[in-house]
């Protein structure tokens, strides 16, 4: 099937996808994939969209939240579709087998477009088709990729689509590249009604995955407080001492201290710890690098005092974290 009509354009026809999904992949990835399609059949009265979920083995996917996705069989299973979506999480490296790799390899011409959202991304690099492409996956990841996989160019964006690819750095961003999807073949009107449906807004792909106005706070944040969050989240492995990230973004250290204090209950050099000791943690349980690298992406001058720290936060070292991992 040819990939170079692009399924991002205006037409009334069907379109079919696969959504290929790995074990320990997030329901909430699934559901901003799927639930954005089955809300636009709905506004449109029509089956405009189609898909069908497959696994790698072909049968009932476990989830990160414990509970099993049924699917309808493999990728051998799923014929003529337009588009492969690959939906991954947690211990990519694991579940995307050699096997699947090479069968994905195998497939690959027969779609129109190919896509990978949080993990996936990685999936689809490790079979060599993102090569010659941008792409992005989730913020955490992004430095890793571009390092294990130099042919891919990739991006920090919510989501992009490059000719026959289209990738997002997970979940929300997954809705945003379906909202675009259903807004290119149906008009921007339907994409705004199905927005609405969810209560929320399409974000165009090139907008940060780190906002600046934090998603986990409330809209009424000071965004004086917002900006020196952002300014934390992208300093993670050099992080500056709280009066320089105030007068960088024009305050006094002790204005920005009553911020944080009023905004979070915490001072900003507890919170940009905190932030540093939570990134740890994922780079401890979802990546081989060594402690000494982990200690170095967090900013810490030593693995001792990373590792005291470590052990201050969550009760345990990073290295029995790994062994219990």
């Not at 934090?214 to 050099?238: G, H, K, N, S, T």
């Not at 992080?239 to 305050?251: F, M, T």
Request: a positive charge; aromatic letters at 6%.
């Amino acid at each position: 099937m040819a990939q170079d009509a692009t399924i991002f354009a205006r037409s009334d026809q069907p379109l079919s996808l696969a959504l290929l999904v790995l074990p320990q992949a997030s329901i909430l990835t699934v559901a901003s994939t799927l639930d954005p399609l089955r809300s636009a059949n709905r506004h449109l009265g029509r089956q405009a969209f189609r898909w069908r979920v497959v696994s790698p083995d072909g049968k009932a996917v476990p989830l990160t939240c414990g509970l099993e996705l049924p699917s309808e069989g493999t990728l051998a299973d799923i014929g003529e579709t337009d588009a492969l979506i690959v939906i991954a999480g947690f211990r990519q490296a694991e579940v995307a087998t050699r096997p699947l790799i090479r069968e994905l390899r195998r497939v690959a011409h027969r779609f129109r477009a190919i896509g990978g959202i949080d993990a996936g991304s990685w999936v689809l690099a490790r079979a060599g088709l993102l090569d010659g492409y941008a792409a992005t996956v989730h913020w955490e990841d992004l430095e890793d990729l571009a390092n294990a996989h130099p042919g891919v160019d990739v991006v920090p964006d919510r989501f992009i689509v490059s000719r026959g690819r289209m990738t997002a750095g997970g979940a929300a961003p997954a809705s945003d590249m379906m909202l675009h999807l259903i807004g290119a073949r149906h008009g921007p009107a339907i994409a705004l009604e199905v927005a609405a449906s969810f209560i929320t807004i399409a974000r165009s792909g090139a907008e940060p995955q780190v906002s600046p106005q934090p998603a986990p706070f409330p809209r009424r944040l000071d965004p004086r407080v917002a900006a020196a969050i952002a300014r934390m989240e992208a300093r993670l492995d050099e992080p500056e001492p709280a009066g320089a990230v105030a007068r960088a973004i024009g305050l006094s250290p002790r204005r920005l201290e009553m911020l944080f204090a009023e905004a979070l209950g915490m001072s900003p050099a507890a919170y940009g710890l905190n932030l540093r000791l939570q990134a740890a943690r994922r780079l401890v349980t979802d990546t081989r690098h060594s402690l000494q690298e982990v200690a170095l992406r967090t900013g810490f001058s030593s693995q001792s005092a990373f590792s005291r720290a470590f052990r201050r936060r969550f009760g345990q070292s990073p290295s029995a974290l790994r062994r219990a991992g």
